[in-house]
């Protein structure tokens, strides 16, 4: 049957064929997931996905969240998955068993996750938030903290949230109003004002667990005088018992493009003076508890778009594979049969670029949960600082590269059905809508770029860069051994000394007086850095691929691998010159954009 | 004031100083536009368009069409609208007096579309249909019909619509079955389904006059054997009187991602056997009159496209001016004040993307504008030819490319507001939405590119697509004499070198047996071309400005050239060398999205 959500033999083939996920089991900490293990999990996830995940994505587009006195519904078929989510204890994968996780490793919790986010990524923020949460508790709570909330959280029973942006401080976070007083109890008294709030408010669980980002009074400015509270939607005893609402209340919802299902919350603390909380962490040091989960978040960005880019690549295959219309290009007269639009060159180019996007996309989020799980197993510091650096520089390609290429995947999507698919009836403008906020939360794009020329390309004296590029070269030597693949191995290998040239020459650059101009051109270098992985990780897919053509794979696995041919060859042949070109224009460093007055603009 | 529909000083900029309208008021037909009544059109364009139909494009977005037992509502406040532009007489402006047009130059009519469209375009569709189903009466119909259609369909007392597409004949339009059988009386009884139909049923006018494409009874097969004809919703006598309704109906409209305030309506004809037209021009023609049509339908979608990327930068650059968020990149200290976020370099190398592409698009879109005036008013058959070759090269660019840079231009406008722009409180996710659909229809863009890459290129004998380069080394041989430009000048020149050579060798492509691959390069030809000619126009421009600039311009002016010499660099800095790679793509030819097998796409 023809797949829609996620293409399950390529899911396979990153976890067991690219990644070797099964390596992992042979470490005590992962013990319990051998390839059997991971496949069932796999399928279990895919089941729900496409059994209950699925058929109401739909549904929850069109409900969307409800606003009533304070009160928020979510899309009432979203309850039924909720409790299957709960029942599966699908919220906490990687989690300590300790508080109610499975202990998964990250790479086959992503895989999932392709999955349900695939399948209905609005109805997976709630999933998210609290599980983010509740690592927050984890990470930073006292005892008495994680005793309280963590397993409650980490199983579902209560929610989680953000209480991050506000109206005057979206990007920059330093500019928050938000303070808390310390009362005699060691509690602490919280009056603010918060926007953007998914699942700020909700009729999915009992209760609510609101990490907050609030200024102690008198505490510096900026990030530097940041702390993190704990603010329970209703009250928690010490003995666990619930005490009374906390004041705190959801004030509105936004109507928005997309992602409906997600109740997206205005929330007002201490309006009648009476919002308690209790410090999480250290006072002063909220900004770093954010960092630390940033990561995270921002990979759930990535595998966010990543889901809608799968979902709306299959639906675009299936489709063309059955829409018969015009004739083949090389039919003689106009009563040659029509042809299923899949055999139309534009179509094909299409559905080529869709395909190597999303498979590059699903390689690059799955190996940064291999980092992760590496850095969980390895006992040697400088093994993990190396892993952690990869991550480190990864992730503002896998937030900020993935979510516009998928979004392109998307817009793409609905091109493939035509007039079909500008309309309601189809999920391909859904996917297109949902996807568009994974360019903006968690760290715009912009701020991604900036990321990676400002913190990233440096990190450890741009040891961390150089290691990514390492990684690269391994698979490019690989590949040059392999005749099939040994010219677009040196394409490959070209691009990447082009772009370790660059990213120097941008580097210097945004350390000298035409820094304004290097940031002008950041966007750019992500772009570049990202086509460069992206090139890498199709190469690294078809260098598997023809090792196992050439030892003879088997009848209903060939067309599979000849796919992973083609994609690198495709990738590396049509998106890389292109990105050569970008390289140009950043070692070009024009200074027009920085230079040019703001009146010029015009508009006036 | 801040603008946010089109700015009226670019506009200007463009209709005098770039284009030179009032030299068509020196030819008898054009006698009447003046630069001074010129100047009083678009001011009051304007007006209707800031005062009037911008202000219920989010009422139009949120109350949508209804439909209830065949009864089509458009938005409640679009029928004020609707009489403004009868009153004004804004439908037919460009047509023959004799029938209730104004006579108007095409180019003065597109700036007036500029901001209609910018203000609201679903509303434009109903007029743009309207008129272009008059304008299809005009030129093929007999004196009687024109007698009793042509004037209440210019003057909008009468709807139109274009009745052409069917379930299984999309863009394949030689498919469709709909029928007609010639009645004793002359007319024609018509039986078919049609989908998609923009207007096909509303409460805006009395009478709604439908040409629809169907199959004579006994006509060839495919395309050569299509007619047109004219549908009456309500029969209208020879005296011009109202006969009884027609038999035919709207039967449900599309929910959409966008455009809700355009109903898309799916039509019955013939249902009782009923239905009755006549014979719009000579049978078995109705293709070559839907072609006479397509340039002026496709060249509207462009400036559909046109109207969102030019409302969504102005918006963006209003906010980015006051939005003040986060520190200047060079402050020291975290204790700097906040700047408007239009200080941020990656805003600006934003916002400098949309102003160039707007700018860009605006440029050509009335310069084609002027090409059918410059038709309109030559005697010389040469000419004539040569602007219609000019046209018909540069329509898949101003459908195909023009969309897609404007669809990313409303993304960018998204983008600049970060969470709002995603919520409905502002226009720009409406702009997104809405821009979509001209991606779409009038033939999708993957149709353009073949068009661009299997008619125009080898038009005339390749004449049209060098007469285009000859244009484009006008602008660059002018450029090259003025100090400021002549580097940039000579960077477009040798990038529209690389465009000939790359044209010729995708065109021999095309005609070898490696004919598929050719096609599937033909997409990147439309964005190399259209790279082209938007260096071409931003150059073109610069020259003006740099001309004034040394002229010594007024004060008020000044930063406007400057803004003109700032895109140009901009555009051919850091977008023409990526276009350069694309080329290289192109002339590499890579044959795989042709060779690669069905089932190596995965997906089952």
Redesign the interface.
Same mark, same amino acid.
């Given at each position: 049957m023809?797949?829609t959500v996620a293409?399950r033999?390529?899911v396979d083939f990153v976890l067991h064929e690219q990644l070797a996920v099964e390596n992992l089991s042979k470490h005590e900490l992962f013990a319990d997931f051998s390839k059997k293990t991971v496949d069932l999990v796999i399928s279990e996830a895919r089941n729900l996905a496409i059994k209950e995940m699925m058929p109401v994505l739909k549904a929850g587009d069109e409900e969307g969240c409800t606003f009533e006195s304070g009160k928020v519904s979510v899309p009432e078929s979203f309850h039924r998955v909720y409790e299957l989510f709960k029942e599966g204890e699908w919220i906490a994968m990687c989690d300590d068993p300790q508080w109610g996780g499975q202990g998964m490793p990250s790479t086959v919790s992503l895989a999932a996750k392709n999955f349900f986010h695939g399948a209905n990524f609005p109805f997976m923020l709630a999933i998210l938030l609290g599980h983010g949460a509740g690592k927050l508790v984890e990470k930073f709570g006292t005892d008495k903290q994680k005793e309280l909330f963590l397993k409650k959280m980490y199983t579902g029973e209560w929610g989680g949230t953000m209480l991050l942006?506000e109206p005057?401080?979206?990007?920059?976070v330093?500019?928050l109003t938000t303070t808390a007083v310390k009362n005699d109890d060691g509690t602490y008294s919280i009056t603010g004002n918060k926007?953007?709030i998914s699942s700020g408010e909700q009729d999915l669980t009992k209760n609510i667990i609101h990490p907050v980002l609030a200024r102690i009074e008198g505490a510096p400015?900026?990030?530097?005088g940041i702390s993190l509270f704990l603010v329970p939607k209703i009250w928690v005893n010490d003995d666990g018992s619930f005490g009374e609402p906390n004041d705190i209340a959801c004030t509105g919802i936004?109507?928005?493009?997309?992602i409906h299902g997600s109740p997206?919350c205005s929330m007002t603390l201490g309006s009648k003076g009476q919002c308690r909380g209790t410090l999480l962490g250290e006072a002063n040091k909220g900004m770093r508890a954010m960092f630390v989960m940033m990561n995270e978040a921002r990979l759930d960005v990535g595998m966010q778009a990543l889901g809608c880019a799968s979902a709306s690549?299959?639906n675009a295959?299936?489709y063309a594979?059955e829409r018969?219309?015009?004739?083949h290009?090389?039919a003689g007269g106009?009563?040659a049969p $029509?042809v299923p639009i899949?055999?139309?060159?534009?179509?094909?180019?299409? %559905?080529?670029g869709m @395909?190597t996007c999303t498979e590059g996309c699903r390689s690059l989020l799955f190996y940064i949960g291999l980092c992760e799980d590496m850095i969980h197993i390895s006992n040697d510091a400088d093994e993990k600082a190396r892993y952690q650096g990869l991550i480190d520089v990864l992730i503002p390609i896998a937030k900020g590269y993935v979510t516009d290429r998928a979004?392109e995947v998307c817009?793409q999507g609905?091109?493939i059905y035509? $007039?079909y698919?500008?309309?309601?009836?189809y999920p391909q403008?859904q996917y %297109?809508?949902d996807c @568009?906020?994974t360019?903006?939360?968690e760290g715009?794009?912009?701020i991604q770029?900036?990321d990676l020329l400002g913190r990233k390309l440096g990190l450890n004296k741009g040891r961390a860069f150089g290691d990514l590029m390492a990684e690269i070269r391994k698979t490019t030597e690989t590949a040059k051994g392999i005749p099939a693949l040994a010219e677009l191995a040196g394409e490959t290998e070209a691009a990447v000394a082009k772009l370790e040239e660059t990213a120097r020459h941008i580097g210097l650059m945004a350390a000298s007086d035409r820094?304004?101009?290097a940031?002008?051109?950041?966007?750019?270098l992500m772009e570049v850095t990202g086509d460069a992985v992206m090139a890498w990780m199709l190469l690294w897919r078809a260098s598997i691929a023809a090792q196992k053509l050439e030892k003879g794979a088997k009848k209903k696995d060939t067309?599979?691998y000849?796919?992973q041919m083609?994609g690198a060859?495709?990738f590396i042949?049509?998106v890389l010159?292109?990105?050569?070109?970008?390289m140009?224009?950043i070692s070009?460093g024009?200074s027009?954009?920085?230079?040019?007055?703001?009146?010029?603009?015009?508009?006036?």
């Open positions: 023809a797949q293409d033999r390529d942006t005057e401080a979206g990007s920059d330093g500019a926007i953007f400015a900026g990030t530097a936004e109507e928005k493009m997309g997206t690549y299959l295959l299936n594979r018969v219309q015009g004739r290009l090389r106009k009563d $029509g899949i055999q139309h060159p534009d179509v094909r180019r299409m %559905l080529l @395909k979004f817009s609905v091109q035509g $007039g698919g500008y309309t309601k009836e403008e %297109l809508r @568009k906020i360019h903006i939360y715009t794009n912009s770029a900036m820094m304004m101009t940031f002008a051109h950041a966007y750019a067309p599979f000849e796919g083609a060859r495709f042949r049509t010159p292109v990105s050569l070109g970008k140009d224009v070009g024009d027009i954009a920085a230079d040019i007055s703001d009146d010029a603009f015009g508009g006036k």
